[in-house]
């Protein structure tokens, strides 16, 4: 069933947005097309790739959002008390999958702020939590391993990571290696790229 609103009062050229889930393999499509950029690329691993996924191209549309929350609501496991997303990228990831899941979420700074209450996460952890963290594209893991070392420093412990999209080059070794669950929804091979072309 398809369920369209339209936004009254903003004229002939206001968006028609559709209430459908995507499948799997249309979301993927749909995030590769969205997202999905070629040329020279440094990544934040330093490497360089002839390819680049652009995580805010499909962070930033709804339709892709609202099912990528479903699919992390699916993978959480039992007894998870808590989803964690790092700045900046995680935070729209983490927001979605909180909504779908129902389980609060807690926003990792990339640093402490020097203002306020000081903090580095946003919403509240401590002992006893059983932590999910959301990723959006995994490339060595590093980044995801540094939040994870802050919320276990928190008292509490990681229970798994979900990235949106493996990149297929070590980050799952490198999770697993440290002692966590590690967990995509797409591969980059679900997005019609081979991961030799790097």
């Known amino acids: 069933m398809i369920v369209r609103l339209d936004v009254q009062g903003l004229g002939p050229d206001a ?10 393999k249309t979301l993927a499509d749909r995030i590769a097309e969205t997202s999905i950029l070629r040329g020279s690329f440094t990544l ?18 709804p339709d892709i959002l609202r099912d990528l929350g479903e699919m992390f609501a699916d ?10 997303g790092a700045e900046l990228g995680g935070i729209p990831l983490v ?35 059983r932590v999910v963290i959301v990723e ?21 412990s990681v229970t798994a990571i ?13 999770i697993e290696e440290a002692g966590y669950a590690f967990d995509s929804l797409f591969s980059v091979r679900d997005l019609g790229i081979d991961p030799a072309e790097d």
């Open 136 to 156: 959006d594209v995994a490339t060595t893991g590093g980044q995801v391993l540094e939040a994870a070392g802050e919320i276990v420093a928190a008292g509490a």
């Open 162 to 174: 979900i990235a949106v999209v493996d990149r297929l080059q070590g980050a799952r070794e490198r």
């Open 95 to 129: 927001t979605t999958a909180s909504m779908a899941s129902g389980l609060p979420c807690l926003f990792i700074r990339n640093q402490k702020k020097d203002y306020g209450t000081a903090q580095r996460f946003e919403g509240e952890v401590g002992p006893g939590d």
């Open 44 to 61: 934040r691993s330093g490497r360089t790739s002839s390819w680049y996924i652009d995580k805010y191209r499909f962070s930033t549309q």
């Open 15 to 24: 968006r028609t947005l559709t209430m459908l889930h995507m499948d799997t």
């Open 75 to 84: 993978r959480i496991p039992d007894g998870t008390t808590l989803l964690a």
